[in-house]
T-cell receptor, first 115, second 113 residues
């Protein structure tokens, strides 16, 4: 079983719809992240959370929100999806202490298409 | 601000030849530098990191990277490329006070038989 699981793997939706992407992890890590990947732009950080009560905006948080329901779960919501949010979304985790926090573990990604 | 640049969109190498994937960085303090690899339909996987110490860092799958402070570079290298090394490679950086990694745009490596 994957250590970092993202659901769904693929999603097609329409402009204006609310969408939730979910991420769960069995690694016991404190830190969780949401990135989006666009061709030619690499990965950009949307939100990150260093523990259940700590939520922080990344460089491209507009149009997104997150919820850290438990240490193991971190969901990303698009309140009203728009076509330029079409992208590959990755959840990642890392340990909270020392140099281990530098190593990110990624899920397999969710391909979201907004029509 | 912290950032990395990967100047090559694609690198083509013949199997058995050495490979280099380039990365330059910009940070305000001491850099924490990383390489990740992404195989098709997969998430990114950690390859190696430079925090401090020796300028030559060895990582997974026979890859290594050379930290050069004067040139602000952290190029990924492998002495002998394999077809299975074909993938998308990302350089990433964090400064000492940063909260998360900043990734480059990625370089597609194609190793031909």
């Amino acid at each position: 079983d994957a250590d970092v699981t993202q659901t769904p793997r693929n999603r097609i939706t329409k402009t204006g719809k609310r969408i939730m992407l979910e991420c769960s992890q069995t690694k016991g890590h404190d830190r969780m992240y949401w990135y989006r990947q666009d061709p030619g732009l690499g990965l950009r950080l949307i939100y990150y959370s260093f523990d259940v009560k700590d939520i922080n905006k990344g460089e491209i948080s507009d149009g997104y929100s997150v919820s850290r329901q438990a240490q193991a779960k971190f969901s990303l919501s698009l309140e009203s999806a728009i076509p330029n949010q079409t992208a590959l979304y990755f959840c990642a985790t890392s340990a909270g202490q020392g140099l281990k926090k530098e190593k990110l573990f990624f899920g397999s990604g969710t391909q979201l298409s907004v029509l | 601000a912290q950032s990395v640049a990967q100047p090559e969109d694609q690198v083509n190498v013949a199997e058995g030849n050495p490979l280099t994937v380039k990365c330059t960085y910009s940070v305000s303090g001491n850099p924490y530098l990383f390489w990740y690899v992404q195989y098709p339909n997969r998430g990114l996987q950690f390859l190696l990191k430079y925090i401090t110490g020796d300028n030559l860092v060895k990582g997974s799958y026979g890859f290594e990277a050379e930290f050069n402070k004067s040139q602000t570079s952290f190029h990924l290298k492998k002495p002998s490329a394999l077809v299975s090394d074909s993938a998308l490679y990302f350089c990433a950086v964090r400064d000492g006070s940063g909260y998360a990694l900043n990734f480059g745009k990625g370089t597609s490596l194609l190793v031909t038989p």
